[in-house]
């Protein structure tokens, strides 16, 4: 092994002169075993995948147009371009799916964009003095939205046995806020955690924000990161419809996890008109006014989301859904007669939170997590602390690769107890 700094690490420059498109080709196109480098690897760690060959296809045919959706068109009701017309009908669908058809919204870089969203404009609307509720395993986002608003007063509460945020915890700070003098509220809650998989109790955090609303005046900004889930429960359960709830405002999704499109696609969808309290006037362009927190972005992926939807209706993202969740109970399955892992967090989706219990302290070695994309973290567990790993059953991931995945477990567990 070369020591670090042994080798002479040259900086690239800014060429004078051009190189030709026959020198540059071999860069033009990734190298053979791309993603495959290592023999055997699989990606398990995080909800992303290859994309679906129809959304593929789509993304590459409107990629040349370059379209540049600066500006939101789900409150446009004049002609449209085709892909501004899809974005349209994107919302629309999604709204559909959640409850309310009327919502606006505009096709985002991701979850964390849709996030600073739902947080910028609930201050817009309540104030920097109002109070931000989040759990323990909301994710960073949140914080970084926190951040650029300037809001300060950012309260973490702590997770049930369950993995979601305690509801007790949740009232008796809103009591406290009030007693200190706090009017207002921005809630996050998420359907589908990071790392867990589990879903906040949104039913019951919206009848606490209705009474509170009603009983003392204070106002409530309630927003859903449904990053992950928002395209998995819809899918897994009878469909509740979480713009059904009162209090909801806003909620953020990522078609480039569930919805098997390529990066970058999230979409940030809210209560008709709540976009205006963000408005910011454009001078030089018909679009009078930005409110959105990205300018300029691209048409391709709209158009992509729309056609996947389309492609795949509510029956089809089930039977995606259900292979996926097939696979994984496999894998728990074998683990578990194996006695490899103890199941952490599993809510029947198709990710599983897992400790394993057969490795000292149930920390893979830096190869085996390198080699399946898995990265641990610190979680309580009926009163402990425990050393887990989220795993992610995404569309490429085969029968025959989970069967690699557990011989690699368990010839670890084997040296490990020889060690012991
Ligand atoms: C992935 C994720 C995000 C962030 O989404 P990006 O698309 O990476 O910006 C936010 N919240 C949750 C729960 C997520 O899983």
Same mark, same amino acid.
């Given at each position: 092994m070369k020591k670090e700094g042994a080798f002479m690490y040259k900086r690239m420059k800014f060429l004078e002169e051009g190189r030709t498109k026959e020198k540059l080709t071999p860069y033009m196109n990734p190298p053979k075993n791309y993603i495959n480098s290592e023999e055997k690897s699989v990606f398990l760690g995080y909800p992303q995948t290859i994309p679906h060959p129809i959304a593929l296809e789509t993304y590459k045919n409107y990629l040349e147009y370059n379209e540049n959706h600066v500006g939101v068109f789900s409150n446009v009701f004049t002609q449209l371009d085709q892909t501004r017309k899809m974005e349209k009908e994107l919302i629309e669908m999604l709204g559909d799916l959640y409850g309310d058809d009327t919502v606006d919204g505009y096709v985002t870089s991701g979850g964390t964009e849709g996030n600073i969203m739902?947080?910028?404009?609930?201050?817009?609307?309540?104030?920097?003095?109002?109070?931000?509720i989040k759990s323990y395993l909301t994710h960073q986002s949140i914080d970084k939205a926190c951040c650029l608003c300037s809001?300060?007063?950012?309260?973490?509460?702590?997770?049930?046995?369950?993995?979601?945020?305690?509801?007790?915890?949740?009232?008796?700070?809103?009591k406290s806020q009030i007693n200190l003098g706090v009017k207002s509220f921005i809630i996050v809650a998420t359907m589908g955690y990071t790392m867990t998989g589990s879903k906040d109790n949104i039913e019951k955090i919206d009848m606490l924000i209705?009474?509170?609303?009603?009983?003392?005046?204070? =106002?409530?900004?309630?927003?859903?990161d449904a990053?992950?889930?928002? #395209?998995?429960?819809?899918? $897994?359960? +009878?469909?509740?419809?979480?713009f059904k709830y009162k209090?909801?405002?806003?909620?953020?999704?990522d078609p480039h996890k569930m919805g098997y499109v390529p990066f970058s696609a999230g979409i940030f969808i809210c209560r008709k008109s709540l976009q205006e309290s963000i408005a910011i006037p454009i001078k030089y362009a018909k679009t009078v006014y930005d409110k959105t927190l990205i300018s300029s972005r691209n048409g391709a992926a709209a158009a992509t989301c729309w056609v996947m939807f389309q492609y795949l209706g509510k029956e089809g993202f089930k039977r995606?859904?259900? =292979?996926?969740?097939?696979?994984?109970?496999?894998?728990?399955?074998? #683990?578990?007669?194996?006695? $490899?892992? +103890?199941?952490?967090?599993?809510?029947?989706?198709?990710?599983?939170?897992?400790?394993?219990?057969?490795?000292?302290?149930?920390?893979?070695?830096?190869?085996?997590e390198k080699k399946y994309i898995l990265d641990g973290f610190i979680l309580k567990y009926r009163g402990q602390d425990y050393y887990c790993y989220k795993i992610y059953i995404m569309p490429h991931v085969t029968k025959e690769s989970l069967d690699y995945f557990i011989e690699d477990i368990v010839r670890i567990s084997q040296v490990n107890r020889k060690d012991n």
């Open positions: 739902g947080t910028w404009i609930g201050k817009e609307l309540l104030g920097k003095d109002c109070c931000v809001l300060s007063n950012v309260i973490t509460i702590s997770y049930t046995d369950e993995y979601v945020m305690d509801l007790a915890e949740l009232e008796s700070i809103i209705q009474h509170y609303e009603m009983e003392n005046s204070i =106002k409530f900004y309630f927003h859903i990053a992950i889930g928002g #395209l998995v429960f819809p899918f $897994l359960h +009878e469909n509740e419809g979480i209090s909801v405002k806003s909620l953020t999704v995606e859904l259900n =292979k996926l969740i097939i696979l994984k109970e496999y894998l728990v399955k074998k #683990l578990l007669s194996k006695n $490899l892992i +103890e199941v952490i967090s599993d809510q029947g989706t198709n990710m599983v939170c897992i400790h394993f219990n057969c490795i000292h302290d149930g920390i893979l070695s830096d190869q085996l």
